[in-house]
T-cell receptor, first 115, second 113 residues
Framework: GDSVTQMEGPVTLSEEAFLTINCTYT??????LFWYVQYPGEGLQLLLK?????DKGSNKGFEATYRKETTSFHLEKGSVQVSDSAVYFC??????????????FGKGTKLSVIP | DVKVTQSSRYLVKRTGEKVFLECVQD?????MFWYRQDPGLGLRLIYF???????EKGDIPEGYSVSREKKERFSLILESASTNQTSMYLC????????????FGEGSRLTVL
């Protein structure tokens, strides 16, 4: 079945540091890929997405590129802020038809940014 | 703004009690979902519904049931709560089926004593 593996946290960075959160996936077809973010005390919200190979999703200074050859979708940000402290989830949507209602989530990576 | 509202942010129940978690969305979305979120396990799908009165089991349906009598409302029911159902429960909705764009509520943290 489909699966998503992301780096374990927690990750602690100083403000303005470079962020990378690794995400790799296993899927039978050609999935769409997503990063969701959960700020403290809130539900998840979509951060960015990519629907086909070599697509780059971007939002709020975050970027991730859909790499089919390495089955990866790593999240990056050039300069993190304290307000980026949150839990980040990588996810995929199976577009093959079967199970296409469902998202498969990674376990989440907690990011803490210190001033 | 789109909104998914979960009726209770925090609940404390006793073992064996029947528990209802309510979720309402105001976006006229077809699809609704219930997940539970546990540390180290991420999000796991309990049930989902793609139409009124329709429901499908997710990955961990045991011990849960759902009800969707109206399009905007999706309820999660724990018939007899147990301590291993202590968790954060997240409701979500989506307009389209396989786009992966879910809108989440803020979550309901359930503690079963």
């Amino acid at each position: 079945g489909d699966s998503v593996t992301q780096m374990e946290g927690p990750v602690t960075l100083s403000e303005e540091a470079f962020l990378t959160i690794n995400c790799t996936y296993t899927a039978t077809g050609y999935p769409s890929l997503f990063w969701y973010v959960q700020y403290p005390g809130e539900g998840l919200q979509l951060l960015l997405k990519a629907t086909k190979a070599d697509d780059k999703g971007s939002n709020k200074g975050f970027e991730a590129t859909y790499r089919k050859e390495t089955t990866s979708f790593h999240l990056e940000k050039g300069s993190v802020q304290v307000s980026d402290s949150a839990v980040y989830f990588c996810a995929l949507s199976d577009n093959s038809g079967a199970g296409s209602y469902q998202l498969t989530f990674g376990k989440g990576t907690k990011l803490s940014v210190i001033p | 703004d789109v909104k998914v509202t979960q009726s209770s942010r925090y609940l404390v129940k006793r073992t064996g009690e029947k528990v209802f978690l309510e979720c309402v969305q105001d976006m006229d979305h077809e699809n609704m979902f219930w997940y539970r979120q546990d540390p180290g396990l991420g999000l796991r799908l309990i049930y989902f519904s793609y139409d009124v009165k329709m429901k499908e089991k997710g990955d961990i349906p045991e011990g849960y049931s759902v009800s969707r009598e109206k399009k905007e409302r999706f309820s999660l029911i724990l018939e007899s709560a147990s301590t291993n159902q202590t968790s954060m429960y997240l409701c979500a909705s989506s307009l389209y089926t396989n786009t992966g764009e879910l809108f989440f509520g803020e979550g309901s943290r359930l503690t079963v004593l």
